[in-house]
């Protein structure tokens, strides 16, 4: 009888040597238990790319990080603008300042997937913007606020209901 969990499934894979050398040298580096924890991790940061790609009307959360020189505050202006033509996208911001007159900035989003690059293509078009990433998952924040005489949904359900909305 094997003790591991019924939901999991194994994955034999053939690797170049020197992949293989480092990959084990990030699972060390990074203090983790196994080679599967961080291929899994891998294969889900691909997965949720691919998903944005192959179907860019589904509803994915993330994060943007970026960023950018401050321009004595045409760039915060310029990001806060975008940032509101993206009200629906945009949950909420974090900043900080850096060295050098520079800014890094976090937002918390959801949406479409390309509503979502929409919003970074803007954000990449201010001027100052040095650097910018999109990460983005399937996993769904729960719905914000129930529209009246409708149920609250049932656990799980939050992609269903958030895609129900975006379609009405």
């Known amino acids: 009888m094997s003790s591991e969990p019924t939901n999991l499934a194994r994955l034999s894979m053939s690797l170049p040597a020197e992949l293989f050398r480092q990959l084990d040298m990030m699972v060390e580096e990074r203090g983790l238990p196994s080679r599967s924890q961080l291929i899994a991790e891998l294969i889900r940061h691909a997965l949720a ?4 790609r192959v179907r860019p009307d589904d509803m994915l959360a993330g ?10 505050g045409k760039a915060r202006q310029q990001l ?3 940032q509101a033509d993206y009200l629906k996208e945009v949950i909420s911001s974090q900043h900080v300042f ?31 913007v040095n650097q910018l990433q999109l990460v983005t998952t399937t996993a769904l924040l729960p719905p914000l606020h129930e529209l009246e005489g409708e149920e609250p949904p049932a656990k799980g359900a939050a992609k269903g209901a958030a895609k129900k909305r975006e379609t009405a």
């Open 49 to 52: 790319e691919h998903e944005a």
């Open 80 to 82: 806060s603008e975008t």
């Open 98 to 128: 850096l060295e050098d007159d520079q800014s890094m900035e976090v937002l918390l989003v959801q949406g479409p997937a390309n509503r979502l690059e929409e919003l970074c293509d803007a954000l990449r078009g201010i001027r100052g």
């Open 63 to 72: 994060t943007v990080t970026l960023v950018y020189r401050g321009n004595r």
